[in-house]
């Protein structure tokens, strides 16, 4: 009799499991899905989603809540992974009732400033809405921190494991959500008028953030709209001595130069430094001080063209998406002298700006356009403003050299020598091995870069032959400077086999070498380096590159950590 | 981070749209005139480092050689070495451990001078020299080059590792090796003078009898 009960109710509690997988399997590729939707602005499927995620997850809940199931919890083994599962089911059904109704509803499309403004009270609403999501999305994430996965079934275990990770990355996401809505509308003059420099960073001349900072155009934010103000070329702000001060590293790795000339502030990666210097050599030159420094480059421009289309420019050709860089890069300097060069560069100008606000932009396309251009890091911005910096200091966007890793991360950063705007030509490449565990602690890894140089033996104008520094003025140098992780060190590096001789520093924790390269024409370079990294066993390690006019082409080859 | 990213693009996406992302990038740059007098700054481009090692990290025991270029012709070139300890740990790293899992202490380690503290070496007519060095501290070494008579000055970094271990030995596990190996001798030598004393004792009682 007792026998059979047992039986029956083990019976029960098993048949509402495997229902409970079931809805739980597929409300977790529901949520995956509606998170895709979400950033797609894929509002009308969303809510279709949404409504099934719903369904999927209450079902689950109510499959874990009977009676049946309360008992079965208190049974000593099996107890824990029922515990587990209700937890989890649970979650599911808060985060499909709080947190994503809520995102659904912002519609993040609709933020995309139209007729050159965004709406800030749209955006301050949007803020207290994010604010309750990630309310919810963090309980939800010290709830199931709080479930013990040592004891449970790997079956279980895992899913749960899934389901932190998926939280964490939406928690993640849903703060620094909150942050961004929070930082935007001061950023954009909501609490008085504030005034940026954008700078373009010109990928033929490379520097190690990306290219030389051609241009300026000063911008004007006041209660969310935004104006353009005056322009002018780096050039026109001179030069300075006595320098300005700088980091007593970035002094020992490059002297004065980047205190001396603005087309020099950024052979350092670390944006906030470079961006810091240009802001003070714009008020020494000027008399105006700005609130921050944005720099975005050619092929920004190009992602940009995607969303709208081929523009026109009157007397030039017209710029489309998949030839603007060459034509802005490259052909300009061939076919025009440099007072045309700027005309014609003004016209575009002028044309790309008309057509954001004539023709009807595809936002959804713009947004991705943007994520795009923020992973490859084409668009950096800095903040004067200390507690606004620290808010977003550690995105992407940034452009910070960071002191510590979490994944050791080799640095690979270009700058031109030779004064010309040969860097067009360049095909770069880099490929990192995960090498030996030391008796140490210390990890070795080996890091080959390669240059190859598609540039022609003859025929280039004045404009892109510049200073010929290299000699042979159709040759290209660069400076190549290699970065340790953090903590780290540079070993040795070989230049198409032989050492080399290398300048070398330290910038932020990490050992910095530098090495001469000189590609002629049609001809490949490779330098071979061997880096340590700080204490650490990992298995893995991360590039961080000077993004170029010709993608990097790259591998990393991880290996298993050396505790295991 | 996508979403975060997507509303901090809408910022920089105002101002993209305001503007002209390539216009000016042609400018020439500001070139220094050619008198010399006041003294002109360099020419924008970077050059490379005018004092290199050729290996910016070595262990103690090794020799780098140092190069300077952009000297005054045949000049005597004074070069200063000043030492810093390696970079400490990041804050919250692990401490060290040894193999069997306690924890060591990391106090800050004293640092005694170099040997040589400052040397000289001599150009060639194009103003350039090579010098090897062999560190006897372990630490961040600073070399900074300066010209007697032109006044140039370069600096470069060199970190020294401690010793390269050649083999994952340590104290400990060398120890018992050492003891047990130690005592066998000292037995085999105890009992060959209990031989040589018996045979005597055998001889001498021989002759005895």
Known sequence: MVGSLLLLTGGWVGFRGWQARAHLLNAAGLARELSAQVVG?????????????????????????????????????AGDDLDAVRLIAVAIDELARQAFPTLLRTDLTSLVPTEGRLDLARLTAVSAELARVDGAVQRTRRDLAAVPADRLVSQIRQALTDLRDEIDRLAGLTT?????SRLLPPLLGARGARRYLLVSQNLAELRATGGMFGAYALIEAEKGQVRMGGQGSSASLGRFTPPLKLPPETRALWTDLPGIYPADVNLTPHFPTAAALYREMFRRKTGTTVDGVLAVDPVVLSYLLKATGPVMVPGGVPLASEKVVQTLLNESYQRLNTKQQDEYFAASAAAVFDAFFKKNVNSRVLLSVFDRAITERRILFWSARPEEQRTFGDSRMAGTLPEKDTVPTVGVFLNDGSGAK?????RPAANVTVGDCRPDGRRELRLRVTLRSTAPKSGLTESVLGLGLAGDPYTVRTLVSVYSP???AVLDARLDGTETALGSGTDRRRQVATASVDVGPGAERALEVTILTAK????????????????????VHSAPSCDQ | MRLSRIIMALAVGLAVVAVPTAAGAAQPQPTPSATTDPPQPPPYPPAAAQLT???PTIYLGETVTLTGTGFGPNETVDIVVSVAPLAAPAAGQAPARRSDGSTVAMAPVAFHASAAPSFTAFTNAEGRFTRNYKPTVEG???????????????STELRVLPPRQPLPVTGDSLGTPMKLGGGLVAAGALMLLMTLAWRRRQRLGGAAR
């Open chain 2, 53 to 55: 090692v050729n290996r």
């Open chain 1, 176 to 180: 620094a959500a909150v942050q961004g």
């Open chain 1, 486 to 488: 953090a903590g780290g």
């Open chain 2, 140 to 154: 961040l070494l600073t070399f900074t080059a300066t010209g007697r008579e032109s006044g140039r000055s370069a």
């Open chain 1, 536 to 555: 650490s066993g990992a298995g893995q390690a991360e590039l961080w590159l000077t993004p170029t006019a010709s993608p990097w082409t790259t591998q």
């Open chain 1, 422 to 426: 040969l860097g067009y030509y360049l």
């Open chain 1, 41 to 77: 602005g894929d509002t009308e499927r969303a809510m279709r989603t949404l409504a099934a995620l719903q369904e999927q997850a209450g079902a689950a809940r109510t499959a874990t809540a009977d009676p049946g199931w309360q008992l079965a919890r208190r049974t000593p083994i």
